[in-house]
């Protein structure tokens, strides 16, 4: 298994010494003919898991994801974090280590998740305005909206309100 920014290779283990390994998992002594070795520990094929679908990651594919504590297959590393890399709002890439907010599939810096209008920072608990790929806060969000027309947006889609978790 392969964890991005950490090591790749395990240390060299002769055949003696895999009764003692511990896994990270589950603490258990790894006795098992295959182990698996990742943000440098040992773990057993059945501990290693997807943090969220708690796949079997020996079991569908040679790498894994980790970011922010968790360890990740590859579809929920893409669905949590994006597979550009890249802000949606400035272009740039964001490093593995930082945090991100995401709408409708985007992703953004944190400093870069604001409202188009006033430039004001959104943050969890806020209530925002997805439309046509800009953001908007609950104040400034367009006057079409606010009197429940849609004048010159009514060829673009228009998602419902949301919040920031």
Known sequence: MVNPGGSAQ?????AGS??????AGC??????????YAMDSYWHSRCLKC???????GDIGTSCYTKSGMILCRNDYIRLFGNSG???????????????MRA????????????????????????????????????????????????????NPLLPDQKVC
């Open 18 to 23: 895999l009764s003692w390994k511990r896994c």
């Open 104 to 155: 409708q599939g985007n992703v953004y810096h944190l400093k870069c998740f604001t409202c188009s209008t006033c430039r004001n920072r959104l943050v969890p608990g806020d209530r925002f305005h997805y439309i046509n790929g800009s953001l908007f806060c609950e104040h400034d969000r367009p006057t079409a909206l606010i009197n429940g027309h849609l004048n010159s947006l009514q060829s």
């Open 27 to 36: 603490g258990g002594k790894i006795a098992d003919r295959f182990l698996l």
């Open 10 to 14: 395990p240390p060299p283990v002769s």
């Open 86 to 100: 890249a802000c949606s709002a400035c272009g740039q890439s964001i490093p593995a280590s930082e945090l991100v």
């Open 51 to 57: 943090s969220c679908c708690q796949a079997q990651l």
